[in-house]
Protein backbone atom coordinates (compact mmCIF):
# COMPACT_ATOMS: atom_id res chain seq x y z
CA UNK A 1 0.00 0.00 0.00
CA UNK A 2 1.57 3.24 -0.93
CA UNK A 3 2.18 5.23 1.91
CA UNK A 4 0.54 8.67 2.24
CA UNK A 5 3.86 10.51 3.55
CA UNK A 6 5.88 11.86 0.85
CA UNK A 7 9.63 11.08 1.24
CA UNK A 8 11.32 12.56 -1.64
CA UNK A 9 10.94 16.28 -0.59
CA UNK A 10 11.84 18.88 2.35
CA UNK A 11 9.22 18.45 5.36
CA UNK A 12 7.95 21.85 6.26
CA UNK A 13 5.44 22.21 8.93
CA UNK A 14 2.91 22.93 5.83
CA UNK A 15 4.06 18.96 4.63
CA UNK A 16 3.56 17.87 8.08
CA UNK A 17 -0.24 19.60 8.47
CA UNK A 18 -1.03 18.19 4.66
CA UNK A 19 0.06 14.68 6.60
CA UNK A 20 -1.90 14.87 9.32
CA UNK A 21 -4.60 15.66 7.23
CA UNK A 22 -4.81 12.92 5.05
CA UNK A 23 -3.77 10.01 7.68
CA UNK A 24 -6.77 11.19 10.26
CA UNK A 25 -8.97 11.31 7.13
CA UNK A 26 -8.08 7.60 5.85
CA UNK A 27 -7.90 6.34 9.89
CA UNK A 28 -10.29 7.00 11.86
CA UNK A 29 -8.32 5.45 14.95
CA UNK A 30 -5.97 8.10 14.30
CA UNK A 31 -6.61 10.78 16.88
CA UNK A 32 -4.87 14.97 16.48
CA UNK A 33 -4.59 17.38 18.22
CA UNK A 34 -3.03 20.85 19.02
CA UNK A 35 -0.98 20.94 22.66
CA UNK A 36 0.53 24.09 22.12
CA UNK A 37 1.90 26.53 19.40
CA UNK A 38 5.33 27.68 18.71
CA UNK A 39 6.91 31.08 19.14
CA UNK A 40 5.53 31.60 15.50
CA UNK A 41 2.02 30.61 16.75
CA UNK A 42 2.22 27.53 14.86
CA UNK A 43 0.26 24.28 16.13
CA UNK A 44 2.57 21.48 17.45
CA UNK A 45 0.41 18.42 17.12
CA UNK A 46 -0.26 14.96 18.54
CA UNK A 47 -1.09 12.37 17.32
CA UNK A 48 -2.82 9.65 19.75
CA UNK A 49 -3.20 6.10 18.77
CA UNK A 50 -4.80 3.34 20.53
CA UNK A 51 -6.67 2.88 23.82
CA UNK A 52 -5.23 1.08 26.60
CA UNK A 53 -4.49 2.09 30.05
CA UNK A 54 -0.57 3.69 29.95
CA UNK A 55 0.43 6.31 27.88
CA UNK A 56 3.94 5.99 25.77
CA UNK A 57 5.56 9.14 24.50
CA UNK A 58 7.57 9.60 21.23
CA UNK A 59 8.70 13.29 19.92
CA UNK A 60 10.68 13.74 17.05
CA UNK A 61 12.50 17.35 15.67
CA UNK A 62 13.05 19.27 18.46
CA UNK A 63 16.07 20.27 16.59
CA UNK A 64 15.19 22.03 13.28
CA UNK A 65 17.98 20.70 11.09
CA UNK A 66 17.36 17.36 12.51
CA UNK A 67 13.84 17.21 10.51
CA UNK A 68 14.29 14.12 8.81
CA UNK A 69 12.93 12.79 11.85
CA UNK A 70 9.45 14.36 11.16
CA UNK A 71 8.45 11.81 8.86
CA UNK A 72 10.34 8.75 10.56
CA UNK A 73 7.56 9.13 13.31
CA UNK A 74 4.72 10.03 11.05
CA UNK A 75 5.19 7.37 9.27
CA UNK A 76 5.59 5.19 11.89
CA UNK A 77 1.95 6.24 13.17
CA UNK A 78 0.72 5.62 9.46
CA UNK A 79 1.89 2.29 10.10
CA UNK A 80 0.84 1.77 13.21
CA UNK A 81 -2.63 3.16 11.84
CA UNK A 82 -2.64 0.46 9.25
CA UNK A 83 -2.14 -1.86 11.85
CA UNK A 84 -4.71 -1.15 14.19
CA UNK A 85 -7.76 -0.48 12.02
CA UNK A 86 -9.36 -3.96 11.94
CA UNK A 87 -9.51 -3.98 15.54
CA UNK A 88 -11.21 -0.53 15.22
CA UNK A 89 -13.94 -1.10 12.67
CA UNK A 90 -14.70 -3.94 15.03
CA UNK A 91 -15.30 -1.62 18.23
CA UNK A 92 -16.94 0.57 15.73
CA UNK A 93 -19.79 -2.10 14.67
CA UNK A 94 -20.21 -2.51 18.34
CA UNK A 95 -17.63 -5.33 19.49
CA UNK A 96 -16.36 -3.89 22.79
CA UNK A 97 -12.95 -3.82 23.24
CA UNK A 98 -11.56 -6.55 25.07
CA UNK A 99 -9.66 -6.02 28.77
CA UNK A 100 -5.93 -5.97 27.94
CA UNK A 101 -3.83 -8.51 28.98
CA UNK A 102 -0.19 -8.94 28.94
CA UNK A 103 -0.61 -10.95 25.66
CA UNK A 104 -2.84 -8.30 23.64
CA UNK A 105 -1.84 -6.19 21.14
CA UNK A 106 -0.47 -3.11 21.80
CA UNK A 107 -3.26 -0.98 20.60
CA UNK A 108 -5.07 -2.81 24.17
CA UNK A 109 -2.04 -2.40 26.38
CA UNK A 110 -0.83 1.24 25.56
CA UNK A 111 -2.15 4.95 24.25
CA UNK A 112 0.96 5.74 21.82
CA UNK A 113 1.13 9.77 21.66
CA UNK A 114 3.58 10.75 18.74
CA UNK A 115 4.90 14.58 18.29
CA UNK A 116 6.45 14.22 15.14
CA UNK A 117 7.31 18.13 14.83
CA UNK A 118 8.37 19.78 18.21
CA UNK A 119 10.37 22.80 16.30
CA UNK A 120 7.55 23.75 13.37
CA UNK A 121 9.18 27.18 13.16
CA UNK A 122 13.04 26.15 13.01
CA UNK A 123 11.87 23.15 10.68
CA UNK A 124 11.05 25.57 8.13
CA UNK A 125 14.14 28.09 8.44
CA UNK A 126 16.02 24.86 7.47
CA UNK A 127 13.84 23.29 4.73
CA UNK A 128 13.00 26.78 3.56
CA UNK A 129 16.58 27.68 2.74
CA UNK A 130 17.64 28.73 5.60
CA UNK A 131 21.14 27.95 7.79
CA UNK A 132 21.43 24.01 7.34
CA UNK A 133 23.24 24.76 11.00
CA UNK A 134 19.92 25.80 12.45
CA UNK A 135 18.91 23.52 15.31
CA UNK A 136 16.78 26.73 17.68
CA UNK A 137 13.53 27.36 17.13
CA UNK A 138 12.11 30.99 15.86
CA UNK A 139 14.18 33.30 18.32
CA UNK A 140 17.22 31.37 18.63
CA UNK A 141 16.71 28.79 21.71
CA UNK A 142 18.13 25.19 21.37
CA UNK A 143 14.55 23.89 22.78
CA UNK A 144 16.54 20.46 23.85
CA UNK A 145 18.38 22.90 26.27
CA UNK A 146 15.69 24.21 27.59
CA UNK A 147 14.21 21.95 29.80
CA UNK A 148 14.61 22.15 33.98
CA UNK A 149 17.19 19.27 34.20
CA UNK A 150 20.71 20.53 35.01
CA UNK A 151 20.24 23.63 33.17
CA UNK A 152 22.53 25.96 35.19
CA UNK A 153 24.99 23.01 34.51
CA UNK A 154 24.30 22.99 30.65
CA UNK A 155 24.17 26.84 30.35
CA UNK A 156 27.76 27.13 32.31
CA UNK A 157 28.98 24.41 29.36
CA UNK A 158 27.40 26.18 26.78
CA UNK A 159 28.62 29.63 27.70
CA UNK A 160 31.95 28.37 27.91
CA UNK A 161 31.98 27.15 24.66
CA UNK A 162 30.76 30.56 23.16
CA UNK A 163 26.97 30.00 22.97
CA UNK A 164 25.64 33.29 25.13
CA UNK A 165 22.90 34.35 22.96
CA UNK A 166 20.38 33.44 20.56
CA UNK A 167 21.86 31.62 17.46
CA UNK A 168 21.37 28.96 15.40
CA UNK A 169 22.21 26.42 18.22
CA UNK A 170 23.11 25.83 21.91
CA UNK A 171 22.14 28.63 23.62
CA UNK A 172 19.89 27.36 26.22
CA UNK A 173 17.31 30.70 26.66
CA UNK A 174 17.47 32.89 29.83
CA UNK A 175 15.76 30.01 31.79
CA UNK A 176 14.23 26.95 31.77
CA UNK A 177 10.97 26.61 29.97
CA UNK A 178 10.78 29.87 29.07
CA UNK A 179 10.09 28.89 25.21
CA UNK A 180 6.53 28.04 24.24
CA UNK A 181 7.39 24.81 22.70
CA UNK A 182 9.59 23.29 25.53
CA UNK A 183 6.56 24.40 28.11
CA UNK A 184 4.03 22.48 25.88
CA UNK A 185 6.30 19.32 25.79
CA UNK A 186 6.50 19.55 29.45
CA UNK A 187 2.91 20.07 30.37
CA UNK A 188 1.42 17.75 27.84
CA UNK A 189 4.03 14.82 29.54
CA UNK A 190 2.90 15.67 33.00
CA UNK A 191 -0.88 15.49 31.24
CA UNK A 192 -0.23 11.53 29.92
CA UNK A 193 2.07 10.70 32.67
CA UNK A 194 4.19 8.33 30.27
CA UNK A 195 5.85 4.65 31.01
CA UNK A 196 8.68 5.38 28.60
CA UNK A 197 9.66 8.04 26.31
CA UNK A 198 11.44 8.30 23.01
CA UNK A 199 13.00 10.93 21.56
CA UNK A 200 14.15 10.90 17.80
CA UNK A 201 17.15 12.69 16.69
CA UNK A 202 20.35 12.79 14.09
CA UNK A 203 22.79 11.45 13.80
CA UNK A 204 25.10 8.60 14.86
CA UNK A 205 23.03 5.15 15.38
CA UNK A 206 23.16 5.50 19.11
CA UNK A 207 20.97 5.77 21.57
CA UNK A 208 21.43 7.23 24.98
CA UNK A 209 19.28 5.98 28.04
CA UNK A 210 20.48 7.30 30.67
CA UNK A 211 21.14 10.92 32.43
CA UNK A 212 23.56 11.55 35.12
CA UNK A 213 23.11 8.90 38.24
CA UNK A 214 19.87 8.12 37.60
CA UNK A 215 18.68 4.61 36.85
CA UNK A 216 15.02 3.84 36.35
CA UNK A 217 13.79 0.88 37.12
CA UNK A 218 13.58 -1.65 33.56
CA UNK A 219 15.82 1.22 31.68
CA UNK A 220 18.83 -0.50 31.03
CA UNK A 221 16.92 -3.79 30.25
CA UNK A 222 15.00 -1.99 27.67
CA UNK A 223 18.23 -0.01 26.08
CA UNK A 224 19.40 -3.27 25.56
CA UNK A 225 16.26 -4.97 23.48
CA UNK A 226 16.41 -1.29 21.58
CA UNK A 227 19.57 -1.36 20.40
CA UNK A 228 18.99 -5.69 19.67
CA UNK A 229 16.10 -4.37 17.23
CA UNK A 230 17.62 -1.80 15.59
CA UNK A 231 21.86 -2.73 15.76
CA UNK A 232 22.28 0.91 17.24
CA UNK A 233 24.67 1.20 19.84
CA UNK A 234 24.17 2.01 23.52
CA UNK A 235 26.14 4.91 24.82
CA UNK A 236 26.46 7.86 27.70
CA UNK A 237 26.30 11.08 26.84
CA UNK A 238 29.68 13.03 27.12
CA UNK A 239 28.77 15.24 30.24
CA UNK A 240 29.35 18.53 28.37
CA UNK A 241 26.90 17.70 25.71
CA UNK A 242 24.12 16.30 28.42
CA UNK A 243 21.97 18.46 30.67
CA UNK A 244 18.82 20.43 29.72
CA UNK A 245 17.38 17.92 27.39
CA UNK A 246 13.86 16.70 27.52
CA UNK A 247 15.45 13.27 27.97
CA UNK A 248 17.32 14.15 30.87
CA UNK A 249 14.07 16.20 32.42
CA UNK A 250 12.25 12.84 32.36
CA UNK A 251 13.79 10.38 33.76
CA UNK A 252 15.09 12.87 36.44
CA UNK A 253 11.35 13.92 36.74
CA UNK A 254 9.54 10.46 36.12
CA UNK A 255 12.32 8.34 37.13
CA UNK A 256 10.99 5.88 34.05
CA UNK A 257 12.89 5.00 30.66
CA UNK A 258 13.64 7.69 28.33
CA UNK A 259 15.55 7.47 25.34
CA UNK A 260 17.32 9.65 23.12
CA UNK A 261 17.23 7.84 19.62
CA UNK A 262 20.17 9.15 17.27
CA UNK A 263 19.17 7.92 13.88
CA UNK A 264 21.12 8.07 10.83
CA UNK A 265 24.99 8.80 10.03
CA UNK A 266 26.27 12.04 8.40
CA UNK A 267 26.18 15.87 9.05
CA UNK A 268 23.00 17.17 9.81
CA UNK A 269 20.60 17.99 8.17
CA UNK A 270 20.87 14.48 6.68
CA UNK A 271 19.13 14.39 3.23
CA UNK A 272 15.65 12.61 2.59
CA UNK A 273 16.69 10.16 0.42
CA UNK A 274 18.30 8.67 3.93
CA UNK A 275 14.73 8.00 5.08
CA UNK A 276 14.47 4.36 3.70
CA UNK A 277 17.85 3.25 5.42
CA UNK A 278 16.91 4.93 8.67
CA UNK A 279 13.35 3.54 8.67
CA UNK A 280 14.12 0.20 8.29
CA UNK A 281 16.06 0.43 11.65
CA UNK A 282 14.41 2.57 13.39
CA UNK A 283 10.66 1.27 13.10
CA UNK A 284 11.55 -2.62 14.88
CA UNK A 285 13.06 0.56 17.78
CA UNK A 286 10.05 2.20 17.90
CA UNK A 287 7.79 -1.46 17.50
CA UNK A 288 9.79 -3.04 20.25
CA UNK A 289 9.38 -0.43 22.74
CA UNK A 290 5.31 -0.89 22.22
CA UNK A 291 6.11 -4.12 24.14
CA UNK A 292 7.68 -2.80 27.08
CA UNK A 293 5.83 -3.82 30.34
CA UNK A 294 6.38 -2.77 33.88
CA UNK A 295 5.67 -4.58 37.11
CA UNK A 296 4.93 -1.18 39.16
Not at 11 to 24: A, D, I, P, R
Not at 186 to 203: D, V
Not at 221 to 247: C, F, M, T
Amino acid sequence: MKSLVPTNIPFTSGVFEKCVQNLTEKYPCLDAKTIGTSRKGQPICALTLGHGPDSYMYNAAHHANEWITAPILIRFAEDMAQEMSPAWQSWENGNEPRKPTANSPWYERITLHLIPMVNPDGVDIVTGGGPREWKANAIGVDLNSNYPAGWELARAHKFASGYTSPGPRDYVGPAPLSEPESMAMAAYTKLINPLLTLSLHTQGEVIYWRYANYMPPGAEELAIRLSNASGYEREDVPDKSSHGGYRDWFIQEFNRPGYTIECGYGESPLPISDFSDIYKKVYPLMREATDYRTSG
